[in-house]
């Protein structure tokens, strides 16, 4: 049974009426009145049903998603939930549709939220580039009044209205410990170990907080692991392949890989041909069908993954929120960080 209001009530210790205030950020309630409730929602999991309000006002939402549209696994997956809630925009009075973009094009994501500024809509989500181009666009989308979530890949310190993701500094920090736990021994202390890490772009800031929160979690804690220079493989699974296999090929001591973007399909491939005595312990992102069978076989040994559907939900509750003029229940809309082995695979 979902969680009701009366149940965050119950829980918080307060009356319905406070609950409410709290929900639709109207004035009159104490920080610590507005902490317990806020608590109370995040404990239960509780997410507001704003359609059946919209359904008996009849209003319609114009929403639009901006994807990078490559041969990506998990943008794959992303296009797929989006189109999952196209499918059921019907029943929440939404009207949605996809803008494709070439990956790490920010010439063609800009002139995508330029045609947005025509078409007005209730809300855009986009997959953020971390350029003064793309922060420029913001700017005007902010001025035309449309409400936009940075989807996956944020945008800070831009006009951008919320971010729908996970933490990137703390997933490159787990990535790090996990690594160096896994090589432990001699590799992390006694001795050195080399670590090759594999990228899509440093245009993105996801893959760049990654790297950061990574190589910080290698340096305080595993010092004597040398991390290589970065690998930027476009999220081609075939230039990945090529980049991985060239790195192993001239540095026969790689003790450990991090690939914190996509084109896992392609280091795969590198490793499996590679025909190493000892694989090197190896750490992804996005459980996929090519990364699952690889923790399964033991190519891989980690994945961190985050939940593509939740992001798109979340991106469009903000969005009708922001449009609605509600305040964002922040526990509602964030999104965790999963780590999957090979011993816990659902």
Known sequence: MKPTVHDIAKIAGVSLATVDRVLNGRPGVRAVTKGKVEEAIASLGY??????????????????????????SFMIGLHEEVRGA????????SDIRIIDVPPFDAEALVMALESVLLDKPAGVAFVALDTPEVRAVTESLKQAGIPMVALVSDLPDSARDHYAG??????????????????????????EATVAVLAGSMLVRDHRERLEGFSAAISEAFPNIYILPVLEGRDDPALAETMISDALRRNRDIAGIYSLGAGN??????????????????????????????????????????????????AIRVLKAKADG????????????????KDNLP
């Open 166 to 191: 996970i933490d990137n500094i703390a997933a490159g920090r787990t990535a790090g410990s996990l690594l160096g736990r896994f090589l432990g021994g001699p590799f992390a202390r006694d001795g």
């Open 326 to 341: 509600l305040p964002v229940i922040a526990a509602q809309e964030r999104i965790r960080i999963d780590i999957f082995l």
């Open 265 to 314: 399909r392609g280091m795969i491939r590198a490793i499996q041909k590679a025909g190493v005595a000892r694989r090197p312990i190896v750490i992804a992102h996005e459980l996929t069908a090519s990364t699952r069978s690889a923790l399964s076989d033991g190519v891989i040994d980690a994945v961190l993954n985050q939940d593509a559907g939740h992001e798109v939900r979340s």
């Open 86 to 93: 196209i499918a059921r925009s019907s029943a929440d009075r």
């Open 47 to 72: 997410v507001r049903d704003l359609a059946a309000a919209n359904l008996a006002k009849s209003r319609t939402y114009s929403f639009v998603f901006i994807l990078p549209a490559n041969d990506n």
